[in-house]
């Protein structure tokens, strides 16, 4: 009797031993998801932002991506390879359109067909409410890539997926 | 006082090896079920009102299309990336059919389809399409708003999750 809850007590802790290993070791596809959980605090915007803020957080989202990364996203009719500065003007035009906004992504999936690249899909959605008094609420799976420059990992690429195609 | 003792022992059961492979069958069946069979979800928007209000909780049953596929009138609930975020729409066509809508009627291959379910007043008008190979058209219920406003389209049939148990 003794001996068999030695043996549980034994994989319990073995097992909380490995989660723990898992979840605190800042592997690869952490740091990847890391950067997803950057871009939803700083695009997110609560409501009476300061402009101060409001710049601050625009600028922290250009850090996220590489100096070029390539944009599909037909429904709002941008495609293209774009600069990092171009990308930190549509996150601040996108934002002032804005009284509150959120975005969360939902099930990443990272792998790494190579090295120093991931492909993570995930889903997104975007609610908010605009300074017009409407609300929005759209939710999109994102298909991106990342690329690892240095030690950081920065979007190169970014294409909604049509999930419903009229 | 044995009372008290049996409320003890139901509240705080001794560790015993049975009461912890019993605990643990519980909680893996339940994470099964509830996790990948017959999966808890929330509703949130009015796209498939009134069949489906805002703010309604279900679940979606996955084993309905084990051994069979979407059938035209039923509602399915349609994945992103993972099961987190679903969109619950009714399936109105099949693969090879032809969708129209006119002056908010909605034909399949040219005739008129029956829709008990619709409620209200529609005006929406989209030209004829074929629906490709393996897919399916989906529309929500709740027509009584602009079609540019109306998430729908043909969908993947690899992207159908399931149908809402009730």
Avoid at chain 1, 84 to 97: F, K, N, P, Q, T
Avoid at chain 2, 30 to 49: A, D, K, N, R
Avoid at chain 2, 81 to 86: A, E, N, Q
Avoid at chain 2, 141 to 154: K, S
């Amino acid at each position: 009797m003794v001996k068999v809850r030695s043996f549980i007590i034994a994989l319990i802790l073995v097992g909380i031993g490995i989660w723990a290993f898992i979840h605190f070791s800042p592997s690869e596809e952490r740091k990847v998801r890391k950067q997803f959980g950057l871009l939803s605090g700083w695009a997110s915007k609560a409501q009476g932002e300061t402009p101060l803020i409001m710049a601050q957080k625009t600028r922290k989202i250009g850090t996220l991506f590489a100096e070029n990364c390539g944009l599909e996203v037909p429904l709002y009719s941008i495609s293209g390879n774009l600069t990092r500065d171009e990308i930190i003007g549509y996150a601040a035009r996108g934002r002032l359109l804005f009284s509150e906004l959120s975005l969360r992504f939902y099930d990443l999936t990272v792998s790494f067909p190579e090295e120093g690249i991931a492909k993570v899909s995930s889903t997104a959605r975007l609610t908010g409410k605009l300074n017009v008094g409407e609300n929005v609420d759209e939710t999109h799976e994102l298909q991106c890539v990342l690329k690892k420059i240095g030690k950081r990992w920065f979007f190169s690429h970014m294409e909604v997926v049509e999930v419903l195609k009229r | 006082m044995n009372g008290n003792k049996k409320i003890r022992k139901f509240f705080f059961p001794s560790l015993t090896p049975n009461f912890l492979i019993r605990a643990l069958l519980v909680t893996l069946f339940t994470y099964l079920f509830f996790g990948h069979v017959c999966i808890p979800f929330h509703i949130q928007g009015s796209s498939m009102e009134p069949t489906y209000h805002n703010g309604g909780f279900n679940f979606c049953w996955r084993l309905h299309y084990l051994f069979s596929k979407p059938k035209r009138n039923e509602v399915v609930a349609i994945r992103f990336t993972g099961r987190h975020v679903m969109l619950l729409k009714r399936v109105v066509a099949l693969e090879g059919e032809w969708v129209e809508f006119r002056d908010g009627k909605l034909l399949i291959n040219g005739k008129e389809l029956d829709e008990p379910y619709i409620r209200y007043p529609c005006n929406w008008n989209l030209s004829p399409r074929q629906v490709e190979v393996n897919c399916v058209y989906v529309v929500g219920d709740n027509r009584n708003m602009p079609v540019e406003n109306h998430y729908f389209g043909q969908t993947s049939i690899r992207r159908i999750m399931g149908v809402p148990l009730w």
